[in-house]
T-cell receptor, first 116, second 110 residues
């Protein structure tokens, strides 16, 4: 398995532009998570899905952020309009919910977002 | 107050030293406790997992959970330069929402 795949690896954009981050989870995993990592705030959970349905979006910072999961193999995180304070590394992670004793979250390599 | 508190460091130790990393938490509902290791420009990877209180050992790594004190620890024996990374504690209650600490940057000097 190729693991969790995120794209793009790096994104540089100007303030006010729309940004779309993409994620392909590991096949068979029914949970998908979006995290944001900054030096100041560490790794923050933004939203997570179960079977393509958003379960908890309480970590989404504001209405400028939205996330979708149209099918089991694809999810997007969109920021519109983007602001410099959105600059961070955005991680997607997936896991199986079948084995509760298996705690492993599988992370992608992240998208480094810079908003100028 | 954050649900999970972790000293960001950095922590610098000589090769062969014993390393102690710690986290405290406020949510008494947390039952599952993990340690992830993150190398530069990579995603975190699971290192250790413990359910409820107690100790767990895996090679040079030992994880401890003290639920009465809301305190978890990771010990690394005979630390190696390859252990240099950021170590994040993580925990969750009964659902699937996993909360991470800020991460402690560790440098092991040869």
């Amino acid at each position: 398995d190729a693991g969790v795949i995120q794209s793009p690896r790096h994104e540089v954009t100007e303030m006010g532009q729309e940004v779309t981050l993409r994620c392909k989870p590991i096949s068979g995993h029914d949970y998908l998570f979006w995290y944001r990592q900054t030096m100041m705030r560490g790794l923050e959970l933004l939203i997570y899905f179960n079977n393509n349905v958003p379960i908890d979006d309480s970590g989404m910072p504001e209405d400028r952020f939205s996330a979708k999961m149209p099918n089991a193999s694809f999810s997007t995180l969109k920021i519109q309009p983007s602001e410099p304070r959105d600059s961070a590394v955005y991680f997607c992670a997936s896991r199986s919910g079948k084995a509760l004793t298996n705690e492993k979250l599988f992370f992608g390599s992240g998208t480094q977002l810079s908003v100028l | 107050q954050k649900e999970v508190e972790q000293d960001p460091g950095p922590l610098s130790v000589p090769e062969g030293a014993i390393v102690s990393l710690n986290c405290t938490y406020s949510n008494s509902a947390f039952q599952y406790f993990m340690w992830y290791r993150q190398y530069s420009r990579k995603g975190p990877e699971l290192l250790m997992y413990t359910y409820s209180s107690g100790n767990k050992e895996d090679g040079r790594f030992t994880a401890q959970v003290d639920k009465s004190s809301k305190y978890i620890s990771l010990f690394i024996r005979d630390s190696q330069p390859s252990d240099s990374a950021t170590y994040l504690c993580a925990m969750r209650a009964g659902g699937f929402k996993t909360i991470f600490g800020a991460g402690t940057r560790l440098f092991v000097k040869a």
